[in-house]
């Protein structure tokens, strides 16, 4: 079983940056694909960015790419994600997932994650 508890949300203003961490208990994550997704109100959860087992490997929706950037720790049992020129629309609850790294199909299917963390409230200002 693998525990996920995420850090680093926040308020902050437009054109601001914050970092997110989720760190993993209960097993080692060094085999597990992990991903960022976030939901906003009255909205379906989307992908934000995932990391492929190893850490060498990162995908992103098109609504972030450029701006934010996830990273792999395998020594920290973490995944991180660096969130810069935050807009109002990327106010949400974000949540780290993970899967193992076998797992087939795309990284952006949230059905395919086994283990959720609780979330952490981002929240960005004009």
């Known amino acids: 079983q693998v525990q996920l508890v995420e850090s680093g949300g926040g308020l902050v203003q437009a054109g601001g940056s914050l970092r997110l961490s989720c760190t993993a208990s209960?097993?080692?994550?060094?085999?597990?694909?992990m991903a960022w997704f976030r939901q906003a109100p009255g909205k379906e959860r989307e992908f934000v960015a995932g990391?492929?087992?190893?850490?060498?490997?990162?995908y992103y929706a098109d609504s972030v790419k450029g701006r934010f950037t996830a990273s792999k720790d395998n020594a920290k049992n973490s995944v991180f994600l660096q969130m810069n020129s935050l807009q109002t629309e990327d106010t949400a609850v974000y949540s780290c997932?993970?899967?193992?790294?076998?797992?087939?199909?795309?990284?952006?299917?949230?059905?395919?994650?086994?283990?959720w963390g609780q979330g952490s409230q981002v929240t960005v200002s004009s």
């Open positions: 209960g097993r080692t994550v060094s085999g597990y694909s």
């Open positions: 997932a993970a899967r193992p790294g076998t797992t087939p199909g795309s990284i952006a299917n949230e059905r395919s994650f086994l283990y």
């Open positions: 990391v492929n087992w190893s850490g060498a490997f990162a």
